[in-house]
């Protein structure tokens, strides 16, 4: 990947010519990027449609993809994107008809999320259903006669009309009944609706109602509130359709076990595919000739971050099996290869989210591209298109060849935007961490360094557990803001994080206070031992979710580490949290077990248990629709450090849930945080 690397640092790092005058990256620039979305190729391999969302709106466009040399690498010098659409309302979901000459998106213009068709000949697009609510996603049929739409309704109707009606005809009183776990998830009170799949058949007439393929189930399909039309496959001859749920059961939010389920697209009797299998089934997706019907699969029921496998099942046989079972990296999505010998899939891999291609006949892995964050994947005959972004780069697409040769830019969005901004440089470093196995972590140069001064620490603790930063560009937790306020930025992917094995990643589970600490321990030391220019001993550490339990763990169990602490949507008092979150499979796993388990952990690694030690300035940050972590877990951490007489803060935002989304709120954060620092750090200094 040598050559790939050169060319990206070459397109996309040419910041290092840039003076010292140059604007650096604020957070108000960073609200107004555009951002691509919606990305699909056409069957021929010739059009690429994407969306570009902007301040202003958000609207699609058209790119001709021209034949595409081997040996070619650098940007794109392809036709000019053509402007679609000009609507004021969000097109979202776009796909290709069959045949190439139009696409259908969802769209709320017509004042619901309804599915519309554009003719890429001319013309204006049609809407192609009028129902009474809101499609919440849809897929189409290979040869579009036939298309399955997911709805919110009430799982005892039988209509439409009926779910319509109730919603109209609400009782007197609001009081909420429920008799089983869950109440609440992520950032709602579940209201007895329920996700179903219904089908109808596309004709020149607007469909006006369908018919439910899932009358009466019970659980969401596709899962709230993260999963989405991926998680249904409709075969290749349009006859049925396989899609990932769980049974309504009393232990629903103490499992994982979602399986996969066989309906006719007519409706009727529901199959299931992956009884045996108690963990976690999903994503499945159907080989072009029918044959297979490829899926991911954990196999650890209640280990929401064990590795997913991809499993292939013949459907002519029978015969189901892991494919590339000793590959130790988990499958986050994929997609076959046009003749089915291949699938490409993307996976955490030492920092980066990387492409890879994986032989269905003998499981062979072959790295196609590993640099920065992929995502969007298409691919077409010899071709890929995916989309990118990196700690030094806004997402963009890109294609590339099915071999890792020629890669070219398709898109430069925010060319404009980001042509006079400096970013900092970036540098993966490895160090002896825990148990002295290898740890890897990111260092992000303050944006015009110099290396005759001395930096500020900004010392960002990723959540999850199981997760990481990695070399990625996002609105949250974007390094190169703290780099634009002259701090040098590292960040740690200690053991538990995703995409150094999973033993690596299994390895924090009821250890949250143990290896995790230890490895922030030794890789601060070992920044601070191999670059002279950052100044450790002035800075301050900072983490949402697990990272702001650290933040907590880190005042009660390393007191004198940094200046100051800012802690978003932090744990303060783990038996607390087991009982009023919403996934508890995910804090039985971790701490071994509910709350009142004599064997758990929710002692051992409890912040609440050594706030005798705390003595660290501490912002304290949090959405009160957060159910994942509720806030009474930052309330408790607020009113210890108040009642110790600990220089504190808290900021809440009625309306976030456990992200800060609105872009308002966004800049509000990042400015309490800065200022927060501020305070606790000295500026830069001469070395």
Known sequence: M??????????????????????????????????????????????????????????????????MSSSYTGSANLAKATRLTYDSSIETAVRFSSDGQAIYFLS???????????????????????????????????????????????????????????????????????????????????????????????????????????????TDVPAKPFSGMEEVAISPDGTKVVFSAKVKAPDNAWSTNFDLFEVAIEGGS????????????????????????????????????????????DLRTGENKALAPQWDRSVSSFQFGANGRAIYATAKDLGQTSLFEISTGFGDIRSVFSDGYVGDVQVVGEQIVF???????????????????????????????????????VEQF???????????????KPAQFDANKRYPLAFLVHGGPQGSFGNMFHSRW?????????YGVVMIDFHGSVGYGQAFTNSISRDWGGKPLLDLQKGLDYVG????????????????????????????????GFNCLVNHAGLFD??????????????????????????????????????????????????????????????????????????????????????????DNLIHWYQQVFAWMAKYTQPQSEQ
């Open 108 to 218: 709320s213009r017509s004042g619901s999320n309804q599915l519309w068709r554009l003719p890429l000949s001319g013309g204006e697009a049609r809407p192609v259903t009028d129902l009474p609510m809101d499609i919440e996603g849809y897929t189409l049929s290979s040869d579009n006669q036939s298309v399955v739409l997911s709805l919110d309704v009430y799982p005892e109707c039988d209509t439409l009309a009926c779910t319509i009606e109730r919603d109209a005809n609400p009782p007197a009183h609001n009081g909420q009944v429920y008799d089983s776990l869950m109440v609440r998830h992520w950032d709602h009170w579940n209201d007895n609706k329920v996700r179903h799949l219904f089908s109808a058949k596309l004709t020149d007439k607007v469909i006006t109602d369908a018919k439910d393929i899932t009358p009466q189930w019970q």
């Open 574 to 663: 783990m038996p607390s949290f087991h009982q009023s979150t919403e996934e508890l499979w995910f804090a039985e796993h971790e701490m071994g077990g509910p709350f009142w388990a004599k064997d758990g952990d929710y002692s051992k690694y409890n912040p609440a248990n050594f706030v005798a030690n705390w003595q660290t300035p501490m912002l304290v940050t949090q959405g009160l629709k957060d159910y994942r972590v509720p806030y009474a877990q930052s309330l408790g951490a607020f009113t210890t450090l108040q009642r110790k007489g600990i220089d504190s803060r808290l900021v809440v935002y009625p309306e976030e849930n456990h992200w800060i989304h609105n872009p």
């Open 478 to 486: 974007n390094a190169q803001l703290w780099a634009a306020q002259g």
């Open 430 to 444: 490895s160090f002896s961490g825990a148990n002295d196995e290898q740890v890897y972590g990111y260092l992000v």
């Open 2 to 67: 040598t050559t790939i690397n050169s060319i990206l640092s070459v397109m996309l790092l040419g910041g290092s010519a840039l003076s010292a005058q140059a604007e650096v990256l604020s957070v108000e620039k960073l609200t107004q990027l555009n951002k691509v979305h919606s990305v699909a190729v056409s069957s021929d391999g010739r059009q690429l449609v994407y969306g570009v969302k902007t301040p202003e709106g958000s609207d699609l466009y058209l790119q001709p993809l021209s034949a």
């Open 270 to 313: 529901i199959r299931n595919l992956t009884e045996a299998n108690k963990a976690w089934d999903a994503a499945p997706q159907f080989s072009a000739d029918g044959r297979y019907l490829a899926y991911k699969a954990t196999t650890k029921p209640g280990f929401e971050s064990d590795k997913f496998t991809l499993q292939l099942l």
């Open 529 to 560: 031992d191999n670059y002279a220019w950052l100044d450790i001993n002035n800075g301050c550490a900072l983490g949402a979710s697990y990272g702001g339990y650290m933040m907590n763990w880190i005042a009660g169990n390393w007191p004198k």
């Open 387 to 425: 989309s990118r972004h990196a700690l030094n780069s806004p997402k963009e697409l890109y294609r590339i060849n099915r071999d890792g040769s020629g890669l070219m830019q398709l898109s430069d969005v925010n060319k404009e935007k980001m042509a006079d901004v400096t970013l900092g440089d």
